[in-house]
């Protein structure tokens, strides 16, 4: 798996958009980019992954560079509950999932 | 859909004695993962086991560690003679398939072990 540098934390105010930052300069082509969360210490929560186009589901967005080598995962209204540890991570093999230190959102009220 | 289970959520062992934690995957799932969370630390990948076979187990302590997903039942990790540093967080994800971007792995809630 690529590696990934991830901010040690971020603030975001409640209701405003969250943007988190990823890089992942040595991203090969077939390695896709996942986000996880960790909630306390909840098990990983699986918000979004892709490969080159954005994507946007129900929980967040994900923005893609078109040279692949950074995203940004984008929670469009951030609630409290939102509070967590976000990673991202580069995987093409299907087999593991490399978890680096991740981002620590605090989201204030 | 039930999510994925594992059991117990809470295990308290004795230097030297068996631990064995268990997960059973969301159904459809022939896929499991088991990773290992020490305190204030990042998951770490352990072992990746599909029916009756492991995959790959390149992230398992080499001794005291097994695991196992049965034709039947849930998969099983077992640590035996635990030790104080074994004392962590251990959860367990579940896939439909193993194929990178296709599938996607869903996390149980874990189980915390801790050893006295």
């Known amino acids: 798996d690529a590696k990934t540098t991830q901010p040690t934390s971020m603030d975001c105010a409640e209701g405003r958009a969250a943007n988190l930052p990823c890089n992942h300069s040595?991203?090969?082509?077939?390695?896709?980019v996942y986000w996880y969360r960790q909630i306390h210490s909840q098990g990983p929560q699986y918000i979004i992954h892709?490969?080159?186009n954005n994507e946007t589901n129900e929980m967040a967005s994900l923005i893609i560079t078109e040279d692949r080598k950074s995203s940004t995962l984008i929670l469009p209204h951030a609630t409290l509950r939102d509070t967590a540890v976000y990673y991202c991570?580069?995987?093409?093999?299907?087999?593991?999932?490399?978890f680096g230190g991740g981002t620590r959102l605090m989201v204030k009220p | 859909n039930a999510g994925v289970m594992q059991n117990p959520r809470h295990l308290v062992r004795r230097r030297g004695q068996e631990a064995r934690l268990r997960c059973s995957p969301m159904?459809?799932?022939?896929?499991v993962y088991w990773y290992r969370q020490l305190p204030e630390e990042g998951l770490k990948f352990m072992v990746y086991?599909?029916?009756?076979?492991?995959?790959?187990e390149s992230g398992m302590p080499k001794e005291r560690f097994s695991a196992e997903f049965p034709k039947e039942g849930p998969s099983i990790l077992r640590i035996q003679q635990v030790v104080r540093g074994d004392s962590a967080a251990y959860f367990c994800?579940?896939?439909?398939?193993?194929?990178?971007?296709?599938?996607?792995?869903?996390f149980g809630p874990g189980t915390r072990l801790t050893v006295l």
């Open positions: 991570i580069a995987d093409n093999a299907g087999n593991m999932l490399t």
């Open positions: 892709g490969l080159k």
């Open positions: 086991l599909q029916k009756e076979n492991i995959i790959d």
């Open positions: 159904k459809g799932h022939s896929h």
């Open positions: 040595t991203i090969s082509g077939n390695e896709y």
């Open positions: 994800a579940s896939a439909t398939s193993g194929r990178a971007g296709k599938d996607t792995q869903y």
